[in-house]
């Protein structure tokens, strides 16, 4: 999706503090030959925040740098990956009661870890659709320290972070242009995420933890068994990278132009696979020196990247940056993001950074 004519005017984080993966390997929590290869430093743990608190305190300061008032807004999606509170309870109506009021449609996403690139996208042809819509409230958050979520272990070459992150989605000009956003989907993959495990009942209601790395690594021994699941994974290649190209054409950019890229918060090694041997961009340019402090935190991972790049000045007027992640589906998604200013709150511009 082209969208030359939307903008950020702000976006704001809540991320608590870190334990160190030295500390996880002595307490037994996460094995030492698997934090020799990742190599990540810590992880975001936010003992018993909830997540909507999390999403609210981002989405006050997100709101805050844009400069909009709450009641301009049009628009409030939250998206998550994990469970947000009691069953049945809409988190976002927390965030609407306690910040932006009654007036605007809000709604939840089920997205998995590329939820903020879906907000993006319905965002944008949400504000396009009638005269006089002014902008969007994009948050996600999660808080994965459950009995049925072991942040340590859960994940294949990751560590779950928790975090709380929200973009202001703007049709008046702000400090940056969403110049592009894009997904596909490869559906014949979706076993990669619950492979060996019964459609009913579901899991929780069971007390069946959450697993993606048992599910992976089932999925791939059956995948190199049989000839057509080895298809299947190289169509994800093949996906990963149009998807991208198909951003970048968008934008009006090359590969070559861009100053940074932020994938998911995974390991060293993958990160490095997905910039220098698919993209053919220098790994030097990724976020993962950040995102290795933080872990995996499920749909906030590039908003955090870009608040935390922008705030440090790392990315100033001119400058893009490329955002992309995949989640269960599986579904994979990109994003272009041009800088158009240093807001007031940069250390450019003498901010809190």
């Not at 003992?47 to 609210?56: H, K, Q, R």
């Not at 499920?298 to 989640?327: C, I, K, N, T, W």
Request: a negative charge.
């Amino acid at each position: 999706m082209e969208t030359a004519d939307m903008y950020i005017s702000g976006v704001g984080s809540y991320l608590p503090g870190t334990v160190d993966v030295d500390h996880a390997v002595a307490a037994g929590w996460y094995p030492a030959e698997e934090a020799e290869l990742h190599g990540i430093a810590s992880v975001a743990v936010a003992g018993d925040v909830p997540a909507p608190e999390m999403a609210l305190r981002a989405a006050r300061t997100a709101v805050a740098r844009s400069g909009r008032s709450p009641t301009d807004l049009d628009l409030l999606l939250y998206t998550s990956t994990w469970h947000q509170g009691p069953e049945g309870w809409p988190p976002q109506a927390y965030v609407q009661r306690h910040l932006v009021g009654d007036g605007v449609l809000s709604t939840q996403l089920k997205q998995g870890c590329n939820g903020m690139f879906a907000a993006l996208e319905l965002a944008a042809s949400y504000l396009r659709a009638e005269p006089g819509r002014q902008a969007a409230l994009l948050v996600a958050a999660d808080n994965y320290g459950t009995p049925l979520a072991d942040r340590w272990r859960m994940l294949p070459g990751a560590i779950a972070g928790d975090a709380g992150s929200a973009l202001v989605l703007d049709t008046e000009p702000g400090f940056a242009r969403l110049a592009s956003v894009c997904s596909v989907s490869v559906s014949q993959a979706e076993e990669m995420h619950r492979c060996a495990e019964p459609l009913f009942p579901p899991g929780v209601t069971e007390g069946r933890p959450l697993d993606f790395a048992a599910h992976n690594d089932t999925f791939r021994r059956r995948a190199v068994a049989g000839g057509e699941g080895t298809m299947v994974l190289v169509t994800l290649d093949e996906r990963m990278v149009e998807v991208i190209d198909r951003a970048l054409a968008q934008a009006g950019v090359k590969a070559a132009d861009v100053t940074r890229l932020t994938c998911m918060n995974t390991s060293q090694e993958i990160a490095d696979q997905i910039c220098e041997h698919r993209l053919g961009i220098p790994a030097s340019r990724s976020t993962w020196d950040f995102g290795r402090t933080i872990g995996h935190c499920g749909a906030s991972d590039q908003v955090l990247a870009l608040e935390h790049l922008v705030r440090r000045g790392d990315l100033g007027p001119g400058d893009h940056l490329l955002m992309f992640a995949y989640g269960p589906g599986v579904t994979i998604s990109a994003a272009v993001v041009e800088i158009l200013e240093s807001p007031a709150w940069s250390r450019a511009r003498g901010g809190d950074a």
